[in-house]
């Protein structure tokens, strides 16, 4: 016997299956929902159905854009500077690099990383638009924003071994100790990359 009725079930279901959402939020969003006014799940639902059918991607970088058009906004933009490129792993990272207000270059977004224990292959991701971008393109500098994680490393690494051989400048984001962070209180892998990454003072 259903302690809850079908459809609540569903929903907590359904929310448990995001990320970072566990039973309990599930369950608070859901009855939530129950109590708030109808208008609250209708326009709800209808954000849901939007995204899907009113966004695509950029024909060119692969960044979330209006279905409508094709291109998005910074790649039809004839203010960004179209030598320099960064690669980012997901949408997301573009709009945190965005907030910053200090690049004005292009974007390819990958849409994953390299992860032979998923299964995700080069194939599986924007690599070859990538490397056609790069070819068809004079970029003068092609910036490597993937995440400082073992993935993301080995990511950045496969892309450097074969973006090099096109002889164009492959950089990679400075990684190491933050702004009014302790020496004392970094981690160890913090600390190598941040002496890793020392520079003159000049």
Same mark, same amino acid.
């Given at each position: 016997m259903?302690?809850? =009725?079908? =459809?609540?079930?569903n929903l907590i +279901? @359904? &929310? !448990?299956?995001l990320p970072g959402i566990g039973p309990k939020t599930a369950s608070r969003l859901t009855f939530f929902l129950l109590r708030a006014p109808e208008e609250t799940s209708q326009s709800l639902s209808e954000a849901l159905i939007g995204i899907k059918q009113r966004t695509g991607l950029c024909e060119v970088c692969f960044n979330i854009?209006?279905?409508?058009? =094709?291109?998005? $906004? *910074?790649?039809? !933009?004839?203010?960004r500077d179209k030598s320099l490129l960064c690669v980012v792993e997901e949408p997301l990272d573009v709009l945190a690099i965005e907030k910053t207000g200090g690049y004005n270059g292009? %974007?390819?977004?990958?849409h994953g990383v390299l992860s032979p224990i998923e299964g *995700?292959? /080069?194939? +599986?991701?924007? *690599?070859? $638009? #990538? %490397?056609?971008?790069?070819?068809?393109?004079? &970029?003068?500098? *092609?910036? #490597? @924003?993937?995440n =400082? !994680?073992? $993935?993301? +490393? /080995?990511?950045?690494? %496969?892309?450097?071994?074969?973006?090099?051989k096109v002889g164009v400048r492959v950089t990679r984001l400075a990684l190491g100790l933050p702004v009014g962070g302790d020496l004392e209180y970094a981690d160890q892998n913090t600390l190598l990359r941040a002496l890793a990454g020392r520079r003159n003072l000049d």
């Open positions: 259903r302690a809850l =009725p079908e =459809p609540v079930q +279901d @359904a &929310f !448990s299956r854009t209006r279905s409508d058009t =094709p291109i998005c $906004e *910074i790649c039809a !933009s004839d203010q292009l %974007y390819h977004v990958l *995700i292959g /080069a194939e +599986d991701l924007k *690599i070859k $638009e #990538l %490397y056609k971008r790069v070819q068809e393109n004079e &970029f003068t500098e *092609i910036i #490597l @924003a993937t =400082p !994680s073992m $993935e993301g +490393d /080995a990511t950045a690494m %496969y892309l450097h071994e074969n973006l090099a």
